[in-house]
């Protein structure tokens, strides 16, 4: 099994910013890729961003490209997302997800419990 732990997720204004991070422990030899994932009220949970672990590539959802940043250190076994100019459709639960490949139309093998952002108008 695989362990992820997000921290980061709070309450801020339009225009503003926050960092989640995720850090993965555990089986970790079986996952290639980690990302995160989020879910609105009422919506589908959907794809945010991914990163390989391996040559560092990565993807993003059309919504969030040129505004969020996700990032890997190695050695912490942790993948951040930096998120700049915050919209209120962006409020959601995140959740950091891993998997030996993450793509945007598969759920993958492990999650972690998600964090709350929220954006205020």
């Known amino acids: 099994q695989v362990q992820l732990v997000e921290s980061g997720g709070g309450l801020v204004q339009a225009g503003g910013s926050l960092r989640l991070a995720c850090t993965a422990s555990?089986?970790?030899?079986?996952?290639?890729?980690m990302g995160w994932f989020r879910q609105a009220p009422g919506k589908e949970r959907e794809f945010v961003a991914a990163?390989?672990?391996?040559?560092?590539?990565?993807n993003y959802a059309d919504s969030v490209k040129g505004r969020f940043t996700i990032s890997r250190d190695n050695a912490k076994i942790t993948v951040y997302l930096q998120m700049n100019s915050l919209k209120p459709e962006d409020t959601a639960v995140y959740y950091c997800?891993?998997?030996?490949?993450?793509?945007?139309?598969?759920?993958?093998?492990?999650w972690g419990q998600g964090t709350q952002v929220t954006v205020s108008s």
């Open positions: 997800a891993a998997d030996s490949s993450l793509v945007p139309d598969r759920y993958p093998k492990y």
């Open positions: 555990g089986r970790i030899f079986s996952i290639y890729d």
């Open positions: 990163i390989s672990w391996r040559g560092g590539s990565t």
